[in-house]
């Protein structure tokens, strides 16, 4: 009796010592990740880095971005093209199982502005002004700058006009910025200067009425 009291008692012990080795074991393994930054704006890359723990060594990572793309690296970075709410997953193996962290709504990527503006038409000489219009986004919080190419810039929606002195063609280069969010886009129309001057000379400069004159164009540039 007294045998097989002790008999059961030790298999009770040696399933208990087990037991908690396994729960230990299992308890140890914890799959963790951080990213930095968390709010980024289109087009940004964020650097996601393994902050998991296992009492054998982790042998392969699968991440999920939540935008339908993956890596299988430990520490990957990633680019976010457009603009939304992502969950991130981490499955992580160390040989004996699998562990998921999901992280719900973990990037936020918020959107570009989206530029866009209108040029007058420059005249025929020099000096040459010309104006933009149709300002794109025209309300909400942003801030815009202005580049017209040949050493001006503006600010504001509504800008002054660009003075150009010599011909060519500038890059009129319009940058917005949200201020809220601190995400910025670009666009650029290109505006083309002359300087057209008639010249020309005629064949006689008095005639009689009925005779015929011949001009001639001498500006070398006018088609």
Request: one cysteine or more; charged letters at 5%.
């Amino acid at each position: 009796m007294i045998q097989a009291f002790r008999s059961t008692y030790f298999q009770g012990i040696l399933v208990l010592y087990f037991f908690l080795i396994g729960m230990k074991s299992h308890a140890q393994f914890n799959v963790d990740f951080s990213a930095s930054p968390t709010t980024i704006c289109a087009g940004q890359t964020v650097q996601f880095t393994d902050q998991s723990t296992s009492p054998t060594a982790i042998v392969s990572w699968v991440w999920d971005f939540g935008d339908g793309n993956s890596s299988t690296v430990q520490n990957p970075s990633h680019v976010y093209t457009t603009a939304g709410t992502y969950t991130v997953i981490l499955t992580a193996n160390n040989g004996t199982g699998s562990q998921d962290e999901v992280k719900t709504g973990y990037i936020l990527v918020n959107p570009l502005p989206q530029p866009a503006f209108s040029v007058s038409t420059p005249p025929c000489n020099l000096p040459a002004s010309v104006t933009v219009s149709n300002v794109q986004p025209s309300s909400g919080s942003y801030s815009y700058q202005w580049n017209y190419g040949n050493g001006q810039t503006a600010t504001g929606i509504n800008p002054p006009a660009a003075n150009y002195n010599a011909e060519g063609t500038y890059p009129i280069v319009l940058t917005v910025t949200n201020t809220a969010t601190g995400c910025s886009n670009s666009i650029t129309h290109n505006v083309s200067i002359y300087n057209y001057t008639a010249e020309f000379t005629s064949s006689v400069t008095t005639a009689c009425v009925g005779s015929p004159v011949t001009f001639t164009n001498t500006y070398r540039d006018w088609e």
